[in-house]
Nanobody, 125 residues
Framework: QVQLVESGGGLVQAGGSLRLSCAASGRTASSYAMGWFRQAPGKGRECVAAINWSGSNIYYADSVKGRFTISRDNARNTVYLQMNSLKSEDTAVYYC??????????????????WGQGTQVTVSS
């Protein structure tokens, strides 16, 4: 199975940028697809971006398209989420998730098999 550890969250002013990282261990990096989800207090968990094993197929939520970029470096077993032009509504706990089907690019929470502990992103206005 896969162990996932997120890092890079913090406090940033509106309009600023953060880069989240997700380090994976326990499985070959090319054997899984990856997604980034976020959850604000009192709200459901939302997929903001997903990427297949090779990086050739990518999904973005409409709310982040054009501002966020997902990428992966399989040699380093790491997935990234570059977040630019941050808004107050981006404030949430961000989770990294792995899907055992490496060809998949899914926005559905139920499709993912492993989850990280989450990292807090707070955007001040």
């Amino acid at each position: 199975q896969v162990q996932l550890v997120e890092s890079g969250g913090g406090l940033v002013q509106a309009g600023g940028s953060l880069r989240l990282s997700c380090a994976a261990s326990g499985r070959t990096a090319s054997s899984y697809a990856m997604g980034w989800f976020r959850q604000a207090p009192g709200k459901g968990r939302e997929c903001v971006a997903a990427i297949n094993w090779s990086g050739s197929n990518i999904y973005y939520a409409d709310s982040v398209k054009g501002r966020f970029t997902i990428s992966r470096d399989n040699a380093r077993n790491t997935v990234y989420l570059q977040m630019n032009s941050l808004k107050s509504e981006d404030t949430a706990v961000y989770y990294c998730a792995a899907d055992n089907t490496p060809w998949a690019v899914s926005k559905w929470e139920a499709e993912y098999d492993y989850w990280g502990q989450g990292t807090q992103v707070t955007v001040s206005s």
